[in-house]
């Protein structure tokens, strides 16, 4: 199945052709079929009159004589009138209507009794519709052919034809108009569905709405049903990883003890080693990333409130953490995930930090958080190691390093960037951290 969008059909598209469709092929077969009916209609009510035209024509007839005893109508004798007779008796002789000047039309031969119904052409190029019939009288017989020119009437039934052509397509044009408003109306209910999407990846909502057409409620119930089993699924995934890491720390405890007892120091650095990945995988199951739909990230409410517990931890040592929170009430970012990544910056710096604390927020495209101390900071060199997990520089004390790690798994989880670098102002560390904000 194509991909593109261009070879795509849209159902509003595929609605309109169907119906377009169904409506075209009504309307006409409507047209049609009421041309055919209208046309068959007069053409019965002319037979009808050059049925009755010919009776009174035989009535006056005196066939002995070959003359009729009254004067015919004077539409007969009008020249080319479009009314005309031809009577054709059986020595061969005829009897023509004077309206036919010095033309004449083509006669069926048919026998006694018989009546026929028929078109021709007539003197300049007139379209006669002929009533042909058999006669007796008074032991005489003979042959009646009367016609009229009906192509007045054909004309306009082509005429009206071509009408009624172009108002069904005019009434096609408006009926897609009208369904192509009626469409969008209730397109745009879906619209809203569409919208409640989106506020799940930003972590504004946890399911679909229910209010929905009774069209598409089956999918949003099921669509509502998936979410929560991946709910639930990520939920005890993450705890089962939980567990099993909390699980392996004791054992993997006890073998360090007896590693370190005995003096084997190879197989204590791979117990070690072991219980780094174990702590990372505990962190990792704490990250709920950016496919995780929790709730938004609030700067000014979250880093507040982060900012508070911080002075409190640090109460004896009076830091001045300072603030300056330049971005919108929420952001499409799991608060769970900024808070882990706030937390353990704001963590390491206050650790580290003489008496100042300075952090910095803007958005644009981006997030961009940076973090300043006026603690030692951290050489050129070692900046890039810092960041592994478990590395310290201080062995005698715990920070910059589990911290940090964690700071750059998330970083890295949501496609940001992490940098390690002097503060100018206050001389200390710089951690600057940009993640891209989803639209």
Do not use: C
Request: overall charge negative; cysteine-free.
């Amino acid at each position: 199945m194509s991909s593109n969008p261009e070879q795509r059909q849209s159902l509003e598209r595929s609605l309109q052709i169907a119906l377009g469709g169904l409506i075209l092929l009504a309307m006409l077969t409507l047209a049609i079929t009421g041309g055919v009916a209208v046309r068959k209609l007069a053409n019965d009510y002319v037979a009808t009159r050059l049925e009755h035209d010919a009776e009174a024509l035989i009535a006056m007839l005196e066939p002995g004589e070959k003359r009729f005893l009254q004067a015919v109508p004077p539409i007969y004798n009008q020249p080319y009138s479009g009314h005309y007779y031809i009577i054709r008796f059986d020595d061969g002789s005829l009897l023509r209507s004077r309206s036919l000047w010095d033309t004449d039309f083509s006669m069926k031969q048919i026998a006694p009794g018989e009546k026929s119904l028929g078109m021709a052409n007539g003197p300049q190029g007139q379209q006669l519709l002929i009533h042909t019939a058999a006669y007796r009288k008074q032991q005489q017989a003979f042959t009646l052919a009367i016609a009229e020119d009906i192509g007045a009437f054909r004309t306009m039934m082509q005429w009206l034809f071509w009408l009624a052509i172009g108002v069904v397509l005019l009434t096609l044009l408006l009926f897609l108009i009208i369904q192509k408003s009626l469409l969008r109306r209730a397109f745009r209910r879906l619209d809203l569905v569409r919208e409640d999407v989106r506020g799940i990846a930003r972590g504004e909502k946890e399911s679909l709405r229910t209010d929905v057409p009774t069209e598409i409620a089956p999918l949003v119930a099921d669509f509502n049903q998936l979410l929560t089993g991946w709910r639930g699924y990520l939920a005890r995934s993450r705890h089962a990883a939980g567990n099993l890491a909390h699980a392996l720390k004791t054992p993997l405890s006890l073998i360090m003890q007896q590693s370190r007892k005995h003096g084997d120091t190879y197989l204590v650095k791979q117990a070690e080693r072991m219980h780094g990945l174990i702590d990372r995988e505990l962190n990792r199951a704490r990250i709920a990333g950016s496919a995780l739909a929790g709730r938004r990230f609030r700067p000014a409410a979250d880093i507040t409130e982060l900012a508070d517990v911080i002075r409190q931890l640090h109460r004896d040592r009076q830091l001045d953490l300072q603030l300056a929170l330049d971005a919108e009430d929420q952001l499409p970012l799991d608060q769970q995930d900024m808070l882990e990544l706030t937390g353990n910056l704001l963590e390491n710096a206050a650790k580290w930090a003489r008496h100042r604390i300075r952090l910095a927020l803007e958005t644009g495209e981006v997030m961009r958080l940076v973090i300043e101390d006026d603690g030692p900071g951290i050489n050129r060199d070692s900046r890039l190691s810092i960041l592994t997990r478990g590395t310290r520089l201080d062995e005698s004390e715990e920070g910059h390093g589990i911290g940090l790690s964690i700071v750059q798994e998330i970083t890295e989880l949501y496609g940001g960037t992490i940098d390690l670098g002097e503060s100018d102002e206050l001389g200390g560390l710089r951690v600057t951290v940009e993640l891209p904000l989803p639209e």
